[in-house]
């Protein structure tokens, strides 16, 4: 079994992300993360008052990259990270908005691979349903992810990204995806 397990859950917002990457820290023992972490997610409300594509995009690129030395410190612990949106939806929703991502390599980021990434995928309609039914628990301080057809384009911006395994959600349960993922890291040699 490898220890060495760095697990990120890609996606737009209302596909299960959230559900699916902390029931994997609750049931399989890794280690929660969402970017940005602290001290930048104090000032994450400002950048998005700021309504700057490019400004936007290097706040979460920069969150990403902050991130490293942490993430670093918990596999060299010997503990699994599960990351909850990581480098790829950086990637995917700026390109989507416009902004200037190309002047980015994201081969050469000094930041870690994934050792297996999953795109979680839904329709259109399942993600509205969904964001309807938790429409008073979220909360949407991403003023600019919250346009349906822009989701609809910012998904299949990340089925680009070849190393993410997609699992479509549309009509499964969170225990039927939380069990495909589970398939997955056994496959890849991951408790």
């Known amino acids: 079994m490898n220890n060495q397990q760095l697990l990120t859950i890609e996606g737009v917002d209302c596909v ?31 950048i998005e008052e700021l309504r700057d594509i490019e400004t936007r995009f290097f706040y979460y ?13 918990t596999l060299a612990g010997g503990n699994q990270i599960v990351i909850d949106r990581y480098v790829y939806s950086t ?3 700026h390109r989507v908005l416009g902004a200037t991502t190309k002047c980015v390599q994201l081969e050469l980021l000094p930041i ?33 992810e919250q346009e349906t057809k822009l989701l609809s384009i910012a998904q299949d911006e990340y089925r680009l990204f070849k190393e993410l395994i997609p699992i479509d959600t549309t009509t499964k349960t969170a225990n039927d995806v939380f069990e495909e993922v589970k398939l997955l890291l056994g496959r890849n040699g991951y408790a």
Request: net charge positive; proline share 5%.
């Open 61 to 73: 690129l920069t969150s990403v990259i902050a991130v490293q030395p942490e993430l670093k410190a």
């Open 16 to 46: 299960g992300k959230t559900t699916l990457a902390k029931r994997i820290a609750s049931e399989l023992g890794y280690t929660y993360y969402t970017t940005p972490q602290l001290p930048l997610s104090n000032i994450r409300k400002s």
């Open 91 to 93: 990637f995917a929703m």
């Open 112 to 144: 870690l691979r994934p050792s297996l990434g999953i795109l979680l995928i839904a329709s259109e309609e399942a993600r509205c349903m969904r964001k309807f039914s938790r429409y008073k628990t979220m909360v949407f301080d991403q003023y600019i």
